[in-house]
């Protein structure tokens, strides 16, 4: 099947700082999303992004679906940005696969 | 705000009960999915159901079940629950087999 991977695994960063999170995918998908999953466990859906570029506030995020890597942006990072970063695909069949996730930290 | 609600924050039960996990969504979305998800692991997909009374098994079907009678309620049926079913239970909503919103999740712990 098809295989997901995130990097980096974890990050930490003080406050104010910009990063970025990727996701390859091992092969071509319908559709693409990123979710924010905060301290307390729950799941927001980011984008739905399966190729371009969107913004929304400080986050953005582009997919090359030629390449098979979509990036996630988040700028003038606040600590309420800490949680895990989940990209997810979707191949067709309504199957959505997740990958590992980024782990993020936000320093005061 | 769409809602996804889930029946229970936290439940505790013995090994060999029957589970009931509910879900209920307050918009009109074709498709529901239920995942686990567990450290080390991330999410895995149990069961979606596309469509009222249509279910289809995801990654990790084995010793789940679902039900989908009305369009906004989709149950996850742990027949006979066994220790390693203890992990955090997450339903979804979505539409055209793009995915919408999240419950808060059931943390289960079988004993």
């Known amino acids: 099947g098809i295989q997901v991977e995130q990097s980096p695994p974890d990050l930490i960063l003080q406050e104010g700082a910009n990063s970025t999170l990727r996701c390859n995918f091992s092969?071509?998908?319908?559709?693409l999303q990123w979710f924010h999953q905060n301290p307390w466990g729950q799941l927001i859906n980011l984008f739905y992004i399966p190729s371009g570029t969107k913004q929304n506030g400080r986050l953005s995020a582009t997919t090359v679906a030629t390449e098979r890597y979509s990036l996630l942006y988040i700028s003038s990072s606040q600590t309420t940005d800490s949680g895990v970063y989940f990209c997810a695909v979707e191949q067709g069949g309504f199957k959505t696969i997740f990958g590992a996730g980024t782990r993020l930290f936000v320093k005061a | 705000d769409v809602k996804v609600t889930q029946s229970s924050r936290y439940l505790v039960k013995r090994t060999g009960e029957k589970v009931f996990l509910e879900c209920v969504q307050d918009m009109d979305h074709e498709n529901m999915f239920w995942y686990r998800q567990d450290p080390g692991l991330g999410l895995r997909l149990i069961y979606f159901s596309y469509d009222v009374k249509m279910k289809e098994k995801g990654d990790i079907p084995e010793g789940y079940s679902v039900s989908r009678e009305k369009k906004e309620r989709f149950s996850l049926i742990l027949e006979s629950a066994s220790t390693n079913q203890t992990s955090m239970y997450l339903c979804a909503n979505g539409q055209s087999g793009i995915l919408g919103s999240f419950g808060p999740g059931t943390r289960l712990t079988v004993l």
């Open positions: 092969d071509s998908v319908n559709n």
